[in-house]
C-alpha cells in the first residue's frame, strides 16, 4: 500500500499567518491527490482535488501543489475559521491511504 | 443540496453484525460512485470501500475484506454496508462520501454526517 506521510502532525499559528502541510508519497501518485478540512465533531470537507484544483466555494487563500510523491496544501493568510485538522488522500492505487492528519491549533 | 444520510449505527459485540444505510438526495444518485471512510475515536480517516455506479465493482480495505459487504438500491438512493464478524478495532464512526472523478483523480464531496459504530462486550 501507498504510504501518505503528512507533516507537520500539529502546528500552532496565528491569525493572518501562512501556513503550509505538506504530504508525502511513498512512490509516485501523478496528481492523484485530495486535501480536506474537519472540525471536531464534523464530517471531513473537500479543499483541493487533483492536488491543485480548488473546490468550489472554497476560500482561495487555500491553494494545492505538486505532482509525483511531494505534495504541499497551502493557507496563504491564516483565519479562525481555518483552525482544523487537514488530511490529504491519495487515490492513485488501491487502498486509497489518508495521511495522517496536521492540527491547526491557535497560537 | 446534495446530501448523504447515514444511518443504522449502534453497540454490537464482538463477532456481530451491522448494516449501515446511507441515503442520498438532491443528485443523480445511479451516476456515481459512492464510498465508505471510517474514522476510529480520536483517530485518522481510513479508506473502507468504494462501489460502482450499478453495484457490479466493489473495492476493499484489506481490513475489512471478507467481513464487509457494499451494496446499493438506485431505486431507493440508497447504498448499505453490511458488517459482518466485527472487532474491536472496527469501532468507528462511518462516513459515506459521492466520489467526484476526473481524469484519473477521485475525490469525495460531499460526506454524510457519519454513524458511529461501537463494538464491544
Known amino acids: 500500500a501507498i504510504q501518505m506521510t503528512q507533516s507537520p502532525s500539529s502546528l500552532s499559528a496565528s491569525v493572518g499567518d501562512r501556513v503550509t502541510i505538506t504530504c508525502r508519497a511513498s512512490q509516485g501518485i501523478g496528481n492523484d491527490l485530495s486535501w480536506y478540512q474537519q472540525k471536531p465533531g464534523k464530517a471531513p470537507t473537500l479543499l483541493i482535488y487533483a492536488a491543485s484544483t480548488l473546490q468550489s466555494g472554497v476560500p482561495s487563500r487555500f491553494s494545492g501543489s505538486g505532482s509525483g510523491t511531494d505534495f504541499t496544501l497551502t493557507i496563504s493568510s491564516l483565519q479562525a475559521e481555518d483552525f482544523a485538522t487537514y488530511y490529504c488522500l491519495q487515490d492513485n492505487n488501491y487502498p486509497w491511504t489518508f495521511g495522517q492528519g496536521t492540527k491547526v491549533e491557535i497560537k | 443540496e446534495v446530501q448523504l444520510v447515514e444511518s443504522g449505527g449502534g453497540w454490537v459485540q464482538p463477532g456481530g453484525s451491522l448494516r449501515l444505510s446511507c441515503v442520498a438526495s438532491?443528485?443523480?444518485?445511479?451516476?456515481?460512485?459512492i464510498s465508505w471512510v471510517r474514522q476510529a475515536p480520536k483517530k485518522g480517516l481510513e479508506w473502507v470501500a468504494n462501489?460502482?455506479?450499478?453495484?457490479?465493482?466493489?473495492f476493499y480495505a484489506d481490513s475489512v475484506k471478507g467481513r464487509f459487504t457494499s451494496s446499493r438500491d438506485n431505486a431507493q438512493k440508497s447504498l448499505y454496508l453490511q458488517m459482518n464478524s466485527l472487532r474491536a478495532e472496527d469501532t468507528a464512526v462511518y462516513y459515506c462520501?459521492?466520489?467526484?472523478?476526473?481524469?484519473?483523480?477521485?475525490?469525495?464531496?460531499?460526506w454524510g454526517q457519519g454513524t458511529l459504530v461501537t463494538v464491544s462486550s
Open positions: 462520501a459521492r466520489l467526484g472523478m476526473a481524469g484519473t483523480s477521485n475525490w469525495f464531496d460531499p
Open positions: 462501489i460502482n455506479q450499478d453495484g457490479s465493482v466493489e
Open positions: 438532491e443528485f443523480t444518485f445511479g451516476t456515481y460512485w
